[in-house]
């Protein structure tokens, strides 16, 4: 069996929010690297490609990181900051696979493998497991983990902290997913290459998208009104991630109490598919085991930090009170009951 070299490493890590030796922007390989500056960060791009449509671009992630330096109080970090034409050139990736077998669901995977270079990954698994690499599609991956009868759910990112670049593909989002993902990611470097936090995984991921989507709306109130399109679509996304966080957390509470009883598996199939037809008019669907298992990390808590949004939903100060989330999970989830009584000031 040719197996890939694999390092064992912590959630926070695995998911690209932790200092990997990336560099610092820029490194587009261009001779005609240009500088634009606005509001107060500077951003990258080979003269070739800078177009209206990209200065535009720096524009409004100008004023979005402006606004998190001056409501949230952000440092600056690397995250998109350069414009990678991906005609000519390969942007940075962060490539996921979840794989889990087709009667077995976690909270989080069993374990998290790394894969430094392309080879075949061949394990046999007996609970949820997640691969990632910069360097490996893991394509061959879920083809081979598809064709044995396991669940899986593939990812192939380039939003993610440290290091995220802007995209053609990014530019295409609209402007309240713009607002919403650059915060998202911010808050993760700002957290953890900046505040110093430790946070598990399914803490930092809940607070990150709670930040993301409450920063969204506070910047679309200041600069377009809450009477905008741009809002509508923000409060929408809301909503719609509420949704999405009950559907994942109950499927995952039901296909768990179902594979605990080990029924055989001409009771159990059906059953099974009964709960995962939940999502069958979902924007995820179809659902999986594993795929479960790969949004865990940002469900399963949303309804905790929610609630804390509810009752502070001012961003700055909804901000001031996560940031002293303490890094332990029970430590957390107890810091966030309470969090939703708090002002900014307490601990």
Not at 278 to 300: M, S
């Amino acid at each position: 069996m040719i197996k890939k070299a694999i390092l064992g490493i912590g959630a926070a890590l695995s998911l690209g929010c932790a200092s990997m030796g990336v560099p610092r922007v820029p490194s587009l390989d261009c001779d005609d690297l240009i500088e634009t500056e606005k509001h107060g960060t500077v951003f990258y791009s080979c003269r070739q490609d800078t177009t209206d449509t990209v200065l535009e671009m720096f524009d409004l992630i100008g004023r979005v990181k402006e606004y998190g330096k001056n409501t949230l109080g952000f440092s600056e970090t690397v995250n998109y900051r350069q414009y990678v034409n991906t005609d000519r050139e390969e942007p940075r990736w962060s490539y996921r696979i979840y794989i889990a077998p087709r009667d077995s669901i976690s909270l989080e995977p069993a374990d998290e493998v790394f894969l430094p270079y392309s080879q075949n990954y061949r394990e046999d698994i007996d609970e949820p497991l997640m691969l990632w690499s910069r360097n490996d599609n893991l394509l061959d991956e879920e083809a081979y983990y598809n064709e044995n009868g396991y669940d899986t759910y593939r990812r192939a990112l380039t939003n993610f902290s440290p290091g995220a670049t802007i995209t053609p593909e990014f530019i295409l989002l609209p402007a309240e997913r713009q607002i919403d993902v650059v915060t998202h990611e911010d808050w993760h470097y700002n957290i953890n290459q900046v505040w110093g936090n430790d946070l598990d995984n399914d803490l930092e991921e809940a607070l990150a998208t709670i930040m993301g989507k409450a920063g969204a709306l506070d910047f679309i109130t200041i600069n377009y009104g809450r009477d905008s399109a741009a809002y509508g679509s923000a409060l929408g996304n809301l909503f719609r991630w509420i949704d999405v966080s009950e559907t994942i957390n109950t499927s995952y509470s039901l296909l768990e109490n179902l594979y605990s009883q080990n029924l055989p598996w001409e009771q159990e199939e059906p059953i099974k598919q009964e709960i995962l037809a939940r999502a069958d008019e979902w924007y995820f669907a179809p659902l999986n085991n594993a795929k479960i298992v790969g949004f865990l990390p940002y469900t399963r808590l949303f309804p905790l930090v929610y609630n804390v949004y509810v009752t502070h939903p001012d961003a700055g100060e909804l901000g001031r009170i996560l940031m002293q989330c303490p890094d332990d999970e029970e430590d957390g989830i107890e810091f966030l009951r309470r969090a939703r009584y708090m002002s900014a000031k307490q601990r």
